[in-house]
């Protein structure tokens, strides 16, 4: 009888693990639909530079990730179609399932690392003041932002805003619509600072030599790291993080780098 018994268990169990195995495979990564249909669908918001940014004359994007966007895409042997999104409806285009990744200067988070996955981290950076070259001496603690005299101005929906809310609210904080046009509010004299990520303050410092200065961007506020956010797919995220880092040891990367941040 017990013989009997572990056959039947040893039958049930070679038939379970053959339908495991039939059912794996009828399942389609996402990776396998995006090379079916030959479109990689990128979410990208166009309005922070370097990162992303929508050329409204020609109507391309352009930026550090939108190039490696389309480096990817010549990776897979597909087209790369950008869908533009905005920071405060990102996640929920995300969780609409309009793209497959986000690519555009996104950082890691928990809440966002809940909904789908994060690949390798591309860049490590953190919160910095950005003001005029004048005031820097102002704003180095957020004990000085923390101040009623203070006009911090933070874009709609993302990661600066929920900063400056949580870390200087005595601060008079201004939601600014237009993230392309925001760092003019400071250099013309209508808001005093804002708190964003390093590297978009070195880069908006190049772009307004003399004018507007990164405050320590070397010792952030925090910790924060970017990567691109990919809807929740094991075969794909492996994938793009076996482009990047051949990309990254053959020098592609630098060289992209470089366009944009310098050497």
């Not at 969780?95 to 490590?124: C, E, W």
């Not at 102002?138 to 400056?164: C, H, I, M, W």
């Not at 405050?215 to 990047?244: C, G, M, S, T």
């Amino acid at each position: 009888m017990l013989r009997i018994n572990r056959l039947s268990f040893v039958l049930a169990l070679g038939l379970s693990f053959c339908g495991f195995q039939a059912a794996e495979a009828q399942s389609t990564s996402r990776l396998d639909e995006i090379l079916t249909r030959g479109v990689l669908k990128v979410g990208t918001t166009g309005d922070y530079k370097p990162f992303t940014f929508l050329n409204k004359e020609t109507g391309q994007f352009e930026g550090y990730d939108i190039d490696i966007a389309n480096a990817l895409g010549t990776t897979l042997g597909v087209k790369v179609e950008f869908v533009q999104t905005a920071w405060p409806k990102m996640t929920d285009d995300f969780k609409a399932d309009k793209f497959d990744m986000v690519m555009g200067g996104v950082s890691i988070t928990i809440p966002r690392q809940k909904l789908g996955y994060f690949t390798d981290p591309i860049m490590r950076e953190g919160k910095t003041p950005i003001a005029r070259c004048a005031d820097v001496a102002k704003y180095q603690t957020l004990d000085q932002l923390n101040q009623p005299s203070t006009r911090a101005v933070v874009n709609p929906g993302g990661t600066n805003e929920v900063f400056a809310k949580a870390n200087f609210p005595k601060a008079t904080i201004t939601v600014f619509p237009d993230n392309t046009k925001i760092f003019e509010e400071i250099a013309d004299g209508r808001q005093d600072v804002m708190v964003t990520d390093s590297s978009e303050t070195l880069f908006q410092q190049k772009n307004h030599a003399g004018v507007l200065c990164s405050i320590h961007p070397d010792k952030p506020f925090d910790f924060a790291e970017k990567a691109y956010w990919l809807q929740r797919d094991v075969p794909l995220q492996q994938f793009i993080n076996q482009a990047l880092h051949i990309m990254g040891a053959t020098g592609k990367t630098k060289a992209i780098f470089a366009k944009y941040f310098g050497d």
